[in-house]
């Protein structure tokens, strides 16, 4: 089990209740990684792990996060580009999410009495943020898919009209459960290429310099507006 996995790894005795935020990102190489790190006066969680994992073992590590005290979760993933333009190499930050996986991991009986099965997934990213960078960052629609191919062809054709810009593996299930318990919640992708593989999807340090400033405006914020509408500019 993923979540037992990341206990056994991580020293939860660093991780302070009600100050404490997590990172979860791809980690395509290796099974998973777990660790603690100062953040000014915060504890900083950081878990890395495949999107290959099972839906609802990924959606339980989100609850082992709120057990801990954490209230807000910044995602970091990649997807395959199905819009018309190329958004750039850099990070595209979601304002809003389709769940074509097929699949919603809350339905699964160990979380039937923690969490609603249905959440309100109106807003499900608190990308409108007090204090960001006035030039803005791209702000894409992500349809989360089920499998770990690029998404070309009929596929990428129909998520394009649906709305999509990037899609992947990432983020469904960890997202839903977030919303399920109250947990507030912001996402980055990167996008790739159709011929790129997983790998090219693990995130360089150049790639979560770009989002700091977002992601330090996330973590400081006292209050958090959840909406804000695709710009893909």
């Known amino acids: 089990m993923l979540r037992k996995q990341i206990a056994r790894t991580l020293d939860t005795s660093r991780v302070r209740p009600r100050h404490a935020v997590a990172t979860i990102k791809p980690h395509n190489h290796a099974a998973y990684s777990a660790s603690v790190v100062e953040n000014g006066s915060l504890s900083h969680v950081e878990i890395a792990y495949s999107a290959a994992e099972p839906a609802v073992e990924r959606a339980d590590a989100v609850f082992g996060l709120f057990e801990l005290g954490i209230r807000r979760l910044t995602l970091l993933g990649y997807g395959w580009s199905v819009c018309?333009?190329?958004?750039?190499?850099?990070?595209?930050?979601?304002?809003?999410q389709i769940n074509l996986t097929g699949n919603n991991p809350l339905i699964d009986a160990r979380f039937e009495s923690r969490a609603s099965t249905?959440?309100?997934?109106?807003?499900?990213?608190a990308c409108d943020l007090p204090g960001e960078p006035t030039d803005g960052m791209p702000s894409i629609v992500y349809a989360g898919v089920q499998h770990m191919e690029p998404v070309v062809g009929p596929e990428a054709e129909f998520t394009r009209m649906l709305g999509a810009h990037v899609a992947g593996p990432c983020f469904v299930p960890e997202v839903l459960a977030a919303h399920a318990i109250g947990v507030d919640v912001l996402a980055f992708a990167l996008q790739l290429g159709a011929e790129s593989s997983p790998i090219e999807g693990d995130w360089r340090q150049d790639d979560l310099t770009a989002a700091g400033p977002y992601i330090a405006a996330f973590f400081q914020a006292t209050s958090l507006r959840s909406r804000c509408e695709p710009n893909g500019k």
């Open 84 to 96: 018309d333009r190329q958004l750039g190499r850099g990070p595209l930050l979601l304002s809003d």
């Open 118 to 125: 249905f959440p309100d997934m109106s807003a499900p990213f």
